[in-house]
């Protein structure tokens, strides 16, 4: 008489899977392949397949052009998808933002001939206007009451003015590089962008368990990102000042140091207020000032 034999295969995990989209190469890939890696999931098998599967997280991963994402996660085909905000809005698919992804941050302009005179959006009326995005364009126009023309073209959009096809463009920007070396400025943002998680609407009570253990995990690691470990030498009378100029995540760590009279300090400080923060920890007596990266960080 033996033990009874529990299978390893006991507990289901295939209700809980997700199936995740993302762009298979371009811009966002890479950054999509980093973000699941700080939340601890391994993919398999390499991208040159359309999917793999993750080792140690219900998840499988398949390799999309970013455009068919929206379509895809609409569908079902994806359960949920890693996508820019402009993908999103341009194709206006049954889907919905639930996380803002932290990267491919660009904005979606208008621009146009550098020596042209671009006061307010009322330029563009009865102009020509070449872009990629003429859903989110559209509605621009239709907000501001301006009648234009839109041209839709899938590439090289910059060139447009140039080769006398538009008057103006409406494009994706992130340093500016491109309308510059085309003799464009920008002249208006329409939508400032960035990656993003988006859902399909009817994952199963399993799935959606697994969505909240995904988010959790992206959570943390973009307010990682967002944050910096701080540790200093303060003199012992300095204590007051410098403890309040540091939030935190509580309050800050102080312990003593070896040498009588001071003491060492440990605190978070947000990406955001960084500088400013340790300008001011300096002016008030602060030394040795180490600044350390986080790597995963759970409130
Ligand atoms: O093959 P697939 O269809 O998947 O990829 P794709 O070629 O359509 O997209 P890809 O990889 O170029 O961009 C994917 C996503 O990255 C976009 O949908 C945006 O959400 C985001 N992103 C962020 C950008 C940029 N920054 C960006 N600068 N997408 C495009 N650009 C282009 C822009 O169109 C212009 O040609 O870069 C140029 C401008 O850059 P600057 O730095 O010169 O201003
Ligand atoms: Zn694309």
Redesign the pocket.
Known sequence: MGLPVVSPFFFNTDNMKLKLAI??????HDDSMRLLKECGIDISNGVNKLKAEATNFPLEVFFL???DIPQYVEDGVADIGFV?E??VYEKKKKTTVVEQLGF???RLSIAVRKQEQYTDAGFLTGKKIATSYPVIVAAFLQEKGIEAEIHEISGSV?IAPGIGLADAIC?????????FMNGLKEAETILR?Q?VLIRNSDLSEEQLVTLNRLLFRIQSVKKARNNKYILLNAPNEKLPEIIGLLPGMKSPTVLPLAEPGWSSVHSVLNENDFWDIIEQLKAAGAEGILVVPIEKMIV
């Open positions: 762009q298979k190469s371009g811009r966002l052009r970013d455009d820019g402009n993908v491919g941050k660009c910059e494009d994706l920007v992130s340093s500016g590089s491109t309308l962008s990656a």
